[in-house]
């Protein structure tokens, strides 16, 4: 696993379970974990939704964890036999499964006699693994080598994050400025915006197209890890959209959302 820059940290996202790849739940736990990762000055480079079978998770993993500096997977370690994260992380990684005294204790508490099989398997970790709190209810995660294995309930998993932040190395933060376009097409801006990315090989721009009623256009994003770059590219992409007779491109702040609104 490596970063493509010394400045640049990286990480791959697993997202596990059926009830994803059919629909019946809409993922949010990869928006949640890019916008967090981001603060931190960590890239979110490939994410990748596999079902709940074993082959499938441990081979996405695998491919995952050797390409970035760390990965984090969500879903799969609940109770029930579709639940096999901890088992395809320890066959990974090539180690045995283990109850953690310390998940069976706070299991123990919780449901007294009423604990099962069923609920005991969510106290299983890989030996050398190290527990993620959860801070909101339920189980810890884990984390072995550089992957972080939490769950995937949203409001859960965002818990977890806070203590997955600070074990990461950072890297130095993205910055980003936006130019709004209205009233031009991509066909119109798209040359500016090329000839603009050309000349800033380490940033990257995108253009993200709205339409509504008051009309239509396209929020331009620059993003890079330098300041004053950023900001001179931004000037010179309003310079180049004026040049090339696009009427009135100007930065917004705050900058608007990627959907165009």
Known sequence: MASGQDDQVTAGVLIIGDEILSGRT???????????????GVDVAEARTVPDVLEEIVTALNALR?????????GGIGPTHDDITADAVAAAFG?????????????????????????????????????VKNPVQGPPGFTIGNVFVLAGVPQIMRGMLEDVGPRLRGGRPVVSRTVRV????????????????KAHPAMSL????????????????????????????????????EAAGVPGP????????????
């Open 95 to 131: 180690v045995e499964l283990v109850e953690h005294p310390e998940i069976l204790g706070l299991l123990q508490a919780r449901f007294g006699e009423d604990l099962n099989a069923a609920r005991r398997r969510m106290a299983r970790v890989p030996v050398g693994g190290e527990l």
């Open 250 to 261: 100007r930065e917004v702040e705050p900058a608007p959302r990627l959907d165009g609104s």
């Open 26 to 40: 809409q993922d949010t736990n990869l928006r949640d974990i890019a916008r967090y990762l981001g603060v931190l």
């Open 66 to 74: 050797m390409r970035y500096d760390y990965v984090i997977t969500t």
């Open 182 to 197: 209205e009233g031009s097409g991509e066909g119109v801006i798209a040359a500016p915006l090329e000839a603009v990315a």
């Open 206 to 241: 995108g253009s993200y197209p709205f339409f509504g009623p008051e009309g239509y256009g396209s929020n331009l994003v620059l993003r890079g890890r330098d300041p004053d770059e950023v900001a001179t590219a931004t000037g010179e992409l309003i310079a180049a959209l």
